[in-house]
């Protein structure tokens, strides 16, 4: 399978170097040739094949000779080494619990895969490979956690001191070997500035190998749609396919979803569950995208005013708004309402929502009161002890820790402190 890049500037590209480069060098995302027909044989069969073979069999087509199929099926099976359960909720509404993982959110399963198929790529390299990431929470704990012992990879993370929660700066400062943190006296964007000032640095750039774990890897984007067909396999009435809404910010994770469908899986509808930040809503309704400041919200997560990856959504269904609509709705939720279905829903069905799957929930039912014959899932993309700050006091208990937290909080931080000062950054990853 090749690779195009959607502001079509630049040369095809196959799986392993779409991988390395990231973005296209005309500052496009990678989008495939083509899209694979899925084999019907693994719909009609989904319940008695195993997760490793689902996986394995939904993305090979985009790896194509660019791994051989036994380390492939290897990587894949590592990916997916936790439980994805669909759980029943209220009537007519299940959660997909995708937080299971290490750092318990839903980019697990993208980080660990991208840095195993890394990881493979670099191996005969002479030169480590180092990558370098700014976070604003989550995606550093999950790039560290998935990048952890894989040999020829160095891993730099900068993030903004003081400004992530303390379970986030205890992944990733905890795990020492190959991954390293900077804790930055500055805020996320000085982070991200530094790090796109490294990436057009000559001399660094031709003394190491740099690369970049950013979410619109195709090596990210991709294996999220496992998701989707491991729900679709738990899912108890084959007949009727299931509506889906996924909270979504830089909506990655719900265009992994649509390409799913796009290749064969039988999802009834998706609906975008977003946060104030409404561009994707606004544009459903207007056919004009506008891009904005992001606000701040209660689902940090998905504060995004610019979201990379619907572009990709875009072309997916030919830039045509009419064959979008029947397959995607987009809704804005405010913090008041997320705030009362999360306390409603532990109250009444005894399930506690973290802030971004409480989006998630209220979109779908609203959705599904339109549509009463329908059901559904939503994703819940984090673990709620992730946003305790947010959560505790709507709920008033404590949410224990599991045991995947509750071993790093008592770890030592291990975190090299730098001003907000490309030379210091520099200086660091020449002397790495
Ligand atoms: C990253 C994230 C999202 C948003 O996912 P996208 O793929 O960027 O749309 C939602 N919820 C949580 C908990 C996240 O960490």
Redesign the pocket.
């Known amino acids: 399978m090749n690779y195009y890049s959607l502001n079509k500037k630049a040369p095809h590209v196959d799986f392993k170097q779409a991988t390395i480069k990231g973005q296209a060098p005309d500052k496009g995302l990678y989008f495939p040739e083509r899209l694979p027909l899925l084999d019907k044989s693994l719909i009609d069969n989904i319940e008695s094949i195993s997760n490793e073979e689902i996986a394995f069999q939904v993305i090979r087509p985009y790896v194509g000779e660019a791994i051989p199929e036994q380390i492939l099926f290897d990587i894949v099976s590592q990916t997916i080494n936790f439980n994805i359960p669909l759980v029943s909720v209220s009537p007519n509404v299940y959660a997909l619990e995708m937080f299971h993982g290490n750092t318990l959110?839903?980019?697990d399963i993208g980080a660990r895969f991208m840095s195993r198929c890394l990881g493979y790529f670099v191996k005969d390299n002479n030169k480590k490979v180092t990558v370098l990431v700014a976070t604003s929470g989550?995606?550093g704990g999950a790039v560290a956690d998935g990048f952890y012992g894989v040999e020829g990879v160095q891993v730099v993370i900068l993030y903004p001191s003081g400004k992530v929660s303390s379970v986030q700066e205890k992944q990733l400062t905890t795990l020492g070997k190959n991954i390293n943190a900077i804790e930055v006296n500055g805020t996320f964007d000085d982070c991200q500035k530094m790090v796109k000032q490294a990436f057009a640095d000559e001399q660094l750039c031709s003394s190491l190998f740099l690369t970049s774990a950013n979410?619109i890897n195709v090596a990210r984007w991709l294996p999220q749609q496992f998701y989707y067909f491991l729900a679709y396999k738990q899912w108890h009435d084959k007949k009727n396919p299931p509506v889906i809404s996924?909270?979504?910010?830089?909506?990655?994770?719900?265009c992994a979803g649509l390409l799913a469908m796009k290749t064969g899986l039988p999802i009834r509808h998706f609906i975008a569950a977003c946060n104030a930040n409404d561009v994707v809503p606004k544009f459903m309704k207007s056919n004009q995208y506008h891009a904005q400041q992001s606000v701040a919200t209660i689902?940090n997560?998905?504060d995004?005013g610019d979201?990379s990856?619907f572009i990709r959504i875009v072309e997916m269904f030919d830039h045509d708004i009419y064959k979008l609509r029947e397959v995607l709705t987009a809704v804005s939720i405010d913090d008041d309402s997320t705030r009362n279905a999360i306390e409603t829903v532990e109250k009444n069905h005894d399930y506690l929502m973290?802030p971004?799957g409480a989006v998630g929930y209220i979109a779908l039912n609203q959705y599904l009161q339109k549509y009463q014959h329908l059901q559904g899932f939503f994703a819940e993309?984090?673990h709620p002890v992730?946003f305790y700050d947010v959560v505790e006091p709507i709920i008033k208990k404590e949410i224990p820790l599991p045991p995947v937290v509750a071993d790093i909080v008592n770890k030592p931080k291990i975190a090299t402190s730098m001003d907000a000062d490309f030379a210091q950054l520099k200086d660091y990853l020449l002397s790495l």
Do not use: C, Q, R
């Open positions: 959110a839903f980019k989550d995606t979410s996924v909270p979504s910010g830089n909506f990655g994770n719900i689902s997560a998905m995004v979201p990856n973290d971004h993309t984090a992730k």
